[in-house]
């Protein structure tokens, strides 16, 4: 008797994106957006203290704070934003550099256009109009320093997390560079641009400026050729059964838990293991939830998770200023609420914030 084969060919669909029209993608990186985006969310919800060249927040918690602020869920939450601090920025390096490779990457005029469009013109109009604005507003900045911060955003300094779209900016123009130039002198192995890559992470150190972040989007190129190597493999393969994938899911998570006790992993592969497990459960996400991706919250929450990275951090200087200024962590519902805000309410605030942006952008033909 043949064997049954559990395996599956890439999933494409149909998907709304930034600018209200539908584009060809695999759904999988729609998934991995998502987890991706929640990880930038977690992640930015446990800090207390921050400095940067024009201003800051230096919080402490109460002496009074309620004994319900160290439950396990909220230490475990805690840690989770640990955790995903030591891989979750090269995963969407990685996940940029595999969107690339889905589709021929044509010249590079258009590719310069496209990605100031997507990158650049938000840097400075959501940095200045909202991201500024609203850390003042989070008592990040007082009245003078924010008029520095606004000077200074302009060349890169105080980008808060904006730095990504600037250094994501550089890194596509080097790497598309790169590919065009080994092309024209006949190398067309893909693992020729990891080399290349590889070495300009270790020289780019040297670079004695970074304006706009140049320096740290040459530094990120080599998961950015990662990610690109690992589609272009994927798409001449079939997608392991879903058996192999839940075998690989249990195997990373141990080897996640043994780092944490034994400290085992160097960075490089504590980044490579996190990315890769988030892949895999976005794979199975992908499989198992097929009904969802069809329904309008899908289409909701994937053409906004774009505004979610844009406005979710700003938020979180006022949510701190509130519970901390006022003294709510001193009640069991307070830390409750805290937690709640700084996670789930801010995600749903940016992401409807984000649609009345893609609103207002239709209406006025952006």
């Not at 310069?112 to 200045?128: E, M």
């Not at 960075?267 to 794979?283: E, K, M």
């Not at 006022?318 to 200024?325: D, E, H, K, T």
């Not at 006022?326 to 830390?335: K, Q």
Request: proline share 2%; charged share 15%; aromatic share 18%.
């Amino acid at each position: 008797m043949e064997k049954k084969n559990n395996s599956r060919k890439i999933n494409y669909a149909l998907t709304e994106n930034r600018e209200g029209g539908y584009e060809r993608r695999v759904s999988v990186y729609d998934w991995l957006r998502l987890i991706a985006i929640i990880y930038v969310v977690i992640g930015h919800s446990a800090y207390l203290k921050i400095s940067t060249t024009y201003g800051g927040v230096a919080y402490v918690l109460p002496t009074d704070i309620h004994q319900l602020y160290n439950h396990p869920f909220f230490e475990w939450i805690r840690y989770i934003s640990v955790w995903v601090y030591g891989f979750h920025m090269p995963l969407f390096f990685m996940l940029s550099g595999a969107v690339l490779a889905l589709k021929p990457i044509g010249d590079m005029d258009s590719i310069i256009k496209r990605k100031t469009k997507r990158l650049l013109i938000p840097y400075f109009f959501y940095g200045w109009l909202f991201m500024l604005p609203v850390k003042w507003l989070g008592n990040f900045y007082s009245n003078e320093s924010i008029i520095q911060a606004l000077k200074g955003f302009l060349h890169g300094e105080d980008s808060g997390h904006l730095w990504f779209l600037t250094a994501l900016f550089w890194c596509i123009i080097a790497f598309v560079i790169i590919k065009k130039a080994l092309n024209k002198i006949g190398i067309s192995s893909i693992y020729a641009l990891f080399l290349v890559a590889g070495l300009i992470f270790f020289t780019c150190q040297y670079i004695p400026f970074n304006i706009l972040e140049l320096k740290t989007g040459l530094m990120y190129l080599i998961y950015f050729a990662i990610g690109f190597i690992f589609e272009t493999e994927r798409q001449r393969y079939e997608c392991w059964t879903i058996r192999r994938t839940i075998v690989a899911v249990v195997i990373l998570i141990g080897i996640e838990i043994v780092n944490r006790r034994f400290a085992i992993l160097d960075t490089f592969f504590i980044i490579i293991i996190g990315s890769f497990l988030t892949f895999l459960i976005s794979d199975i996400a992908d499989r198992k939830l097929v009904r969802f991706t069809k329904t309008k919250a899908w289409a909701f929450i994937t053409r906004n998770l774009f505004y979610v990275y844009i406005f979710h951090d700003p938020l979180n200087y006022i949510a701190l200023r509130v519970f901390i200024n006022n003294g709510l962590l001193s009640t069991g519902i307070g830390c409750v609420m805290y937690v709640v805000t700084r996670t789930l309410l801010i995600f749903l605030i940016s992401l409807f914030i984000g649609e009345i942006v893609n609103k207002i952008k239709q209406r006025v033909c952006i």
